[in-house]
């Protein structure tokens, strides 16, 4: 599998494609305006302790408070031994006993804010670097699970010999496995005067105050998504080619050897048909080669996928037609996922199947696609109606919310009521008023499509209504307004 990364960049906006034998699987944007926070350490404030709940909100100087849930505390048992924090199982100690009103928090955000609701926080700190995660608050030595188990015992060793005894835990990142001492030496040494700089700053700046920020999407580009498998890198802005390359040399020399500058006359994403695909990406719709066609639908709580054969008549027989569908779906599914950034609860309608070893082979399809996914995901069997549940770990907004809002005109219900149903919302409004007021005459303002209707279909309505409240009504057409809009004007 060849993978290749695009990256255009503008002052206001980065955008990240990762191309997989020239297909888009993912795509990631970052805005100066909005860049994310996960990872962001600030220096927060107690706002509210909420002990039926066992969480907290804290103040960290965003728009809404963040939420701080009992099992995201960390505390020191009595005899001083390491920090612990208790997963699965009661805590030790009841979150209003640990925290207090208006106490100042070292926090880190482990999720961002999404929808309604604000970020999650922890105040286990942890410190990505090149090669390692450090635990500064942990004395845990641990090795990334995506390691083959043979070398886990000796790379964990290692690291505990050059960890020292200075305090804090690590964890070797899969892109440590191959490193020297000399580069995992480097890389504790930065983190550590990372760390340094970070309880330096918790010490002299206000609550509310952030003290570390996570490195910008471009930089991350290099230390979390270069894999094996990537070809190149190619950058269209000359400043950050050379900031990344700078970036790379110091530390992650192989990643910056696959750096690219794109000096082409079209632009990088136009040349390999991306804004194409991010329009597609914002539908409900989603064609297969096929003829078939997935319908997305995504709403706060969960997210569903419905399965279609369209066209698509190619197989021998019905049964062939649905199994060749719905192992195209399992592939494209598993890339919308990606794609879209889709997480939380996530429903899959796949055409129904008689045959048991059908249903396996979509299951397995679907499974092994999914575990090319670098967010964690978990997918259940098909259930007594037909439907394969799973998850998909949430960490930021998903593209759709990124890139775009409700409807103004529909306020995102994606439906608006029909011309005629305005129209008898208006008649009844009339009524309302003509009861409580005695005005000299009733205006109408609407939308052109319902202004039509009363002038055309609903006229003879229009004429008995007035005469039955004994006062003229008169129309008045606004292009302005939504086809929901009205006012009614009391002349």
């Known amino acids: 599998m060849q993978q290749d990364i695009l990256i255009n960049w503008s002052p206001q906006e980065a955008r990240v494609a990762i191309m997989e034998n020239g297909a888009i699987q993912e795509l990631h944007v970052e805005r100066a305006l909005e860049r994310g926070l996960v990872g962001n350490v600030y220096l927060g404030k107690v706002a509210r302790v909420l002990p039926g709940m066992q969480s907290a909100f804290i103040d960290i100087g ?60 922890s105040t286990q700190i942890s410190i990505a670097g090149r090669l390692l995660v450090f635990l500064p608050q942990d004395d845990h030595i641990g090795v990334s699970q995506k390691i083959p188990g043979g070398q886990r015992d000796e790379l964990r060793a290692r690291l505990q010999h050059l960890a020292g005894t200075q305090g804090g835990g690590f964890i070797l990142r899969t892109n440590g496995e191959d490193a020297n001492d000399a580069e995992l030496a480097d890389d504790i040494g930065y983190l550590r005067k990372a760390w340094a700089r970070i309880k330096d700053a918790s010490t002299r700046l206000p609550p509310q105050s ?63 048909s991306i804004e194409e695909e991010i329009a597609k990406a914002l539908g409900r719709r989603v064609d297969l080669k096929s003829g078939g066609y997935l319908i997305v639908d995504q709403t706060e709580a969960l997210t569903t996928f419905d399965v279609n054969t369209g066209g698509f008549v190619g197989a021998r027989n019905f049964d062939d037609t649905i199994f060749k569908t719905n192992l195209e779906a399992s592939q494209a599914i598993a890339r919308q996922l990606r794609l879209r950034n889709l997480g939380g609860i996530i429903i899959v309608d796949f055409i129904d199947m008689v045959r048991e070893d059908h249903r396996d082979a979509v299951l397995g399809e679907f499974r092994k696609q999914l575990a090319k996914d670098r967010v964690k995901t978990m997918a259940g069997g098909f259930s007594q109606l037909g439907l394969v549940e799973m998850t998909r770990k949430r960490t930021r907004e998903s593209l759709a919310h990124m890139l775009c809002e409700p409807c103004p005109t529909c306020e995102g219900k ?6 005629r149903s305005v129209a008898y919302d208006i008649f009844r409004e009339i009524l309302r008023e003509a009861r409580q007021f005695n005005p000299r005459e009733f205006r109408v303002v609407a939308s052109p499509k319902v202004i039509e209707l009363f002038l055309d279909e609903e006229s003879q309505h229009l004429a008995g209504l007035s005469e039955f409240i004994g006062k003229p009504v008169s129309l008045q057409s606004e292009a302005a307004m939504g086809q929901e809009q009205y006012d009614i004007v009391l002349l």
């Open 414 to 419: 994606g439906i608006v009521k029909t011309p």
């Open 62 to 121: 965003l728009e809404r408070a963040a939420f701080l849930h009992v099992a995201d505390v960390w505390h020191r048992q009595p005899d001083g031994d390491a920090p612990f924090i208790a997963k699965g199982s009661a805590p030790v100690t009841p979150i209003e006993k640990q925290i207090f009103e208006g106490q100042a928090l070292m926090v880190q955000v482990i999720k961002e804010p999404i929808g309604t609701k604000g970020a999650r926080l």
């Open 210 to 272: 952030v003290l570390h920020q996570d490195l910008s999407l471009l930089q991350r580009v290099l230390r979390d998504m270069v894999s094996e498998s990537t070809q190149t890198i190619r950058v269209d802005s000359r400043e950050q080619f050379d900031a990344l390359k700078a970036f790379g040399a110091e530390f992650m020399p192989m990643a910056a050897e696959k750096l690219q500058h794109y000096k082409g006359e079209r632009p990088i994403f136009d040349l390999f």
